[in-house]
């Protein structure tokens, strides 16, 4: 299933690429994760929950990325829940674009899961994919602003 969406940052694009790797500030961004570790600058490892239906599923999470330049990051998701119950795949782009006001962001992933999430209809897995894309983009701002805040903060004091 195709997931896609954009939404604008109030960042630059250098910084926001930045950002796009800070494992802790990207896993309190993530919706359900619990834990985001990166193992190299290219791998990660995570542990996300999603809840759907009534169903709650904990997936251990590989995270690989496959390739980058300054506007674009590419990236393979593979895991499972535990016993097999589910997989996901994911083959994910994510565009950086200079705008007026920062940054817009899209993203496009290629997503399958199988075993028990799997069963749910497709309209009810992209409805809550995108949902997940949606609060994911807040939380992004949200922190970015703090951080941005917090960085700003020491240059204010001393006057």
């Known amino acids: 299933m195709l997931i896609e969406g954009q939404f604008p940052i ?5 910084a926001l690429m930045v950002h ?10 993530l919706p359900g994760c619990e834990k985001l570790e990166a193992i190299d600058a290219d ?38 829940e535990g016993g097999k119950a589910s997989n996901l795949q994911a083959d994910s ?7 007026a006001e920062g940054t817009q962001v899209r993203y496009r992933s290629e997503v399958s899961v199988t075993g028990r999430l799997g069963r749910f209809a497709l309209g009810m897995m992209k409805k809550k994919a995108q949902s997940m894309g949606d609060e994911f983009a807040v939380n992004l701002q949200r922190k970015l602003e703090q951080v941005g805040a917090a960085a700003a903060a020491p240059a204010h004091e001393g006057h």
Do not use: P
């Not at 796009?20 to 961004?29: R, V």
């Not at 709650?56 to 499972?80: C, M, P, S, Y």
């Open 43 to 80: 791998s990660y490892r995570a542990v996300v929950v999603i809840s759907m239906a009534g169903i709650k599923a904990r997936f251990n999470l590989q995270v690989a990325i496959t390739r980058r330049d300054e506007h674009n990051v590419w990236a393979v998701t593979r895991g499972d």
């Open 10 to 14: 109030a960042a630059s694009r250098e």
């Open 93 to 99: 782009q994510v565009n950086l674009e200079d705008a």
């Open 20 to 29: 796009l790797f800070d494992a802790g500030l990207m896993a309190s961004c």
